[in-house]
């Protein structure tokens, strides 16, 4: 096993299968153009497209400290494979952990014969951190991790969605998929559809039992002052420390797909905060949860001032990742669907750590995890 803070030097995992090393600012062109290949579908890359790709992943992974995103070499000297890592830091009862959030995962099929993936993830597992986590993989990283121990989170798994004007979902479903698809030959169809609809998809009465719970706009600074203090009832929860936070954030709204990123809170009467949320969404779009925190049991009256902000601004629907304290106020919604989005998956060799995974006691997802990353969403060389 290696030091603290080092990844074992490439002439130690050298082999007749090839080696593994940090991310280099020279891998960035190959590792975009293998992304966009692998997570965009496109097989004749554009070169604005690979250079925004190779930018954006320079400013992720390469600035401020060492990388720990990885690449393997094959024994040719090509690059056979890339996972990126972004080190973030937890708790647990006091105790400072060193976290990695393992983000896009992938191996090039022409000069990999099934032994990046692997390598990749045997390198990563004897670097510094102290446990390992996910929120995004697929169904072949799955296949990898879930042998080497780690633990699935099925209710993270899932993405909900609520439905506010369901022709204008569609249509803008059909529109990111097809982005030059012509808008008169849906509108009309979809203004007649979402006409007949509006009373079924009418906003239910609200969870909230108190009518002095209210709603109000915030700034990314106010809601990185308030998440912290609202997250303390997990025994595992991130340690941000010398505006890291404010520096995540100011990342996170770099996303373009979904529109602007906004924020908000919930407070009582005598002014006290008692949730907060941050959600993508502009008009006529879908909006796309960034996080949302509650104390105690204002859960409910949070996700409803949530949705109720998404409505206000225009957007035809609302999505995130579910999280098991608030999975029973989204079952009480009428318009709420579910479905597999990716997996959320642990690993730790700390017993107290792969307790408090099974337990649920862990905030995980949102900022951490890596889909607020514009890797997760966005469609360089067209956004």
């Known amino acids: 096993m290696t030091g603290p803070g080092k990844v074992a030097a490439p002439s130690t995992l050298e082999s007749q299968h090839g080696s593994v090393r940090p991310l280099a600012a020279g891998d960035l062109e190959h590792v975009a153009a293998l992304f966009l290949m692998k997570f965009r579908h496109r097989r004749l890359q554009r070169d604005r497209a690979i250079a925004q790709t190779a930018d954006y992943m320079r400013e992720l992974y390469l600035d401020g400290d060492e990388s720990k995103a990885l690449v393997q070499i094959d024994p040719q000297g090509r690059l056979g494979g890339f996972m990126g890592v972004l080190k973030a830091r937890y708790e647990l009862n006091g105790s400072a952990l060193n976290a990695a959030i393992i983000g896009p995962f992938m191996t090039d099929s022409n000069t990999d014969h099934g032994w990046a993936g692997p390598q990749l993830l045997r390198t990563l597992h004897q670097g510094e951190f102290d446990l390992y986590l996910t929120d995004s993989a697929n169904r072949t990283s799955l296949a990898f991790a879930r042998p080497m121990k780690y633990q699935l989170l099925p209710v993270h798994c899932l993405e909900w969605t609520c439905v506010f004007r369901p022709g204008a979902m569609a249509a803008a479903a059909l529109r990111r998929k097809w982005p030059g698809l012509p808008r008169l030959a849906l509108d009309p169809c979809v203004r007649a559809f979402d006409a007949l609809a509006r009373r079924r998809f009418e906003p239910s009465a609200q969870h909230s039992s108190s009518q002095r719970i209210h709603r109000e706009p915030i700034d990314a600074v106010r809601f990185a002052e308030r998440l912290p203090i609202l997250m303390t009832d997990y025994s595992l929860r991130p340690s941000w420390k010398d505006g890291e936070?404010?520096?995540?954030?100011?990342?996170?709204?770099?996303?373009?797909?979904?529109?602007?990123?906004?924020?908000?809170?919930?407070?009582?009467?005598?002014?006290?905060?008692?949730?907060?949320?941050?959600?993508?969404?502009?008009?006529?779009?879908?909006?796309?949860?960034?996080?949302?925190?509650?104390?105690?049991?204002?859960?409910?009256?949070?996700?409803?001032?949530?949705?109720?902000?998404?409505?206000?601004?225009?957007?035809?629907?609302?999505?995130?990742?579910?999280?098991?304290?608030?999975?029973?106020?989204?079952?009480?919604?009428?318009?709420?669907?579910?479905?597999?989005?990716?997996?959320?998956?642990?690993?730790?060799?700390?017993?107290?750590?792969?307790?408090?995974?099974?337990?649920?006691?862990?905030?995980?997802?949102?900022?951490?995890?890596?889909?607020?990353?514009?890797?997760?969403?966005?469609?360089?060389?067209?956004?």
């Open 245 to 383: 936070l404010p520096r995540l954030l100011a990342l996170a709204a770099e996303k373009r797909a979904d529109g602007p990123l906004h924020f908000g809170g919930t407070y009582d009467e005598t002014g006290k905060m008692l949730g907060c949320y941050a959600f993508y969404g502009q008009a006529g779009g879908v909006a796309n949860l960034l996080q949302i925190q509650a104390s105690g049991s204002h859960w409910g009256a949070t996700l409803d001032a949530l949705i109720a902000a998404a409505r206000d601004i225009g957007c035809v629907g609302i999505a995130g990742q579910s999280q098991s304290r608030f999975m029973p106020q989204l079952f009480g919604h009428q318009h709420v669907f579910f479905r597999y989005a990716g997996g959320t998956m642990v690993r730790s060799r700390i017993a107290e750590v792969a307790e408090a995974v099974r337990s649920g006691d862990i905030f995980i997802g949102g900022l951490m995890g890596d889909r607020w990353t514009r890797l997760s969403s966005d469609d360089f060389g067209r956004v």
